[in-house]
């Protein structure tokens, strides 16, 4: 039943996308940080469904999002003009398109599991 937190996460995930295509970074990571905390909330409440794989697989999406998330305020200090790093941009797209790739990877593997 806790699996339908990964719908909101889905949504908020669609419209994070969105909003930065649109140019909107702020909201961009606003929403962002909404779908780490849906997903946050989802491993934490109930740990005791969740197997050694898909425990080390969440906690490592979970790791790999909270690097993006500060990445992206460093980016966004640089896009506002509060920093002279140019490199943190390219830097946070690769750690989110890993971060994806990785939470992709994961959610296949939580969605094959074996539920005997």
Do not use: N
Not at 16 to 38: E, I, P, Q, S, Y
Not at 76 to 96: D, Y
């Amino acid at each position: 039943m806790l699996d339908l937190l990964l719908i909101p996460a889905a949504l908020l995930l669609a419209f994070a996308l969105l909003a930065v295509r649109r140019g909107d970074h702020r909201l961009h990571g606003h929403l962002m940080m909404a779908t780490f905390t849906v997903v946050f909330l989802r491993v934490i409440l109930h740990p005791r469904s969740l197997g050694r794989l898909h425990l080390a697989l969440w906690l490592a999406v979970l790791a790999a999002a909270g690097s993006t998330l500060l990445l992206g305020r460093a980016a966004l200090a640089w896009r506002e003009g509060r920093s002279a790093r140019s490199g943190i941009p390219r830097i946070h797209r690769a750690s989110g398109a890993f971060t994806l790739a990785l939470a992709a990877l994961t959610l296949a593997v939580w969605f094959l599991r074996d539920r005997r």
